[in-house]
């Protein structure tokens, strides 16, 4: 019988403190950290995407950070085959990998090996979609979803509009809901020996801390950044661009909003996108909720309990 590769997640909602902890860890037990972000993949992209910097690294090596072009579309397929690939790297050198992020999605993908069946595009199609979005709104193509898929439509937010897209795409190509295929997926047994660790801490901390976390980006020069990549030539359209932090400091250097406006927008959206991440752990099974308050906001003692956690996936590594 084959031995199943030991994989740790650490994840949990934005700002939550995932980076420091998943260093920490890795350190301690000889592990290499595959980054589940959306955003982090893209080169160029550092402060909106709270990118971890090379001093917090601390010479843990990180896989899935700068590894793709603005103008690449790094999406869930491409994380899932990236993802297999490391991990399997990472174990033959005799380290642990550990998955660090928030994108429960890309996460979903890789613990249960998911099949999204990536039919052939039909760019005409999307196209047509994306054209509706344009011209009809959100909100008229979640509806169009929520005709023919109610559980989807229920499940993916309308401002989700790659998704929505994605799940309208898949009934097209195939005819069958793509909530039913999920739900078949998500009942696949992980091919990995794993823990699960979702850090949380009450919502009032977290959207302080969030609060802060933009405070700090602005002060870090996020305008600033947005406005290279805007005369790198990086459109406004593309998957990158619409980043929390990309699109909202685009649309107030395109004048659409004013300054404090903008800023407010930022905070707002990730405060809503950390109570949609959360509402997705939640969901998922065989998940460790650690939260922060019931260790006195220690580190340190979550540390231990992370490892103490972990021992018996790396006993048999």
């Known amino acids: 019988m084959n031995q199943k590769i030991p994989l740790i997640i650490i994840t949990g909602p934005t700002a939550v403190g995932k980076t420091e902890l998943s260093v920490r860890l890795a350190k301690e037990i000889g592990g290499e950290i595959i980054s589940a972000d959306s955003i982090q993949a893209y080169q160029y992209m550092d402060i909106g995407s709270a990118k971890v910097s090379v001093e917090e690294m601390q010479g843990v090596r990180h896989y899935l950070i700068d590894e793709f072009d603005p103008a690449e579309n790094f999406n869930i397929f491409v994380f899932q085959e990236k993802a297999k690939k490391y991990v399997k790297e990472i174990y033959s050198r005799n380290k642990v990998p550990i998955v660090v992020g928030g994108t429960g999605f890309y996460i979903q993908s890789l613990l249960y090996d998911i099949d999204f069946t990536q039919e052939e595009n039909d760019l005409t ?31 993916i937010h309308e401002n989700n509009v790659k998704r929505v897209i994605r799940a309208l795409e898949y009934y097209h190509q195939t005819g069958e809901k793509i909530s039913v295929h999920n739900e078949i997926q998500r009942e696949k047994k992980s091919p990995f020996d794993f823990k699960y660790f979702v850090l949380n801490m009450e919502r009032n901390l977290l959207y302080k801390r969030i609060e802060k976390r933009v405070d700090n980006m602005l002060e870090q020069g996020l305008v600033d950044e947005v406005k ?24 107030f250097l395109e004048g659409e909003l004013s300054y404090e406006e903008a800023v407010l927008e930022l905070k707002k959206n990730t405060r809503h996108f950390a109570k949609r991440q959360l509402t997705w752990f939640r969901r998922e099974k065989e998940v460790e909720w650690v939260n922060f308050e019931e260790f006195g ?21």
């Open 125 to 155: 199609y999307r196209k047509e979609l994306e054209t509706l979005a344009a011209e009809k709104g959100n909100h008229y193509l979640h509806e169009m979803l929520e005709c023919v898929d109610y559980k989807a439509a229920q499940d």
């Open 297 to 317: 906001m220690d580190k340190d003692r979550i540390l231990a309990y992370l490892l103490e956690k972990s021992r018996n996936i790396l006993l048999s590594k």
């Open 228 to 251: 290279m990549l805007m005369e790198m030539g990086y459109q406004r359209s593309l998957v990158s661009m619409q980043g929390i932090g990309y699109k909202e400091i685009y649309a």
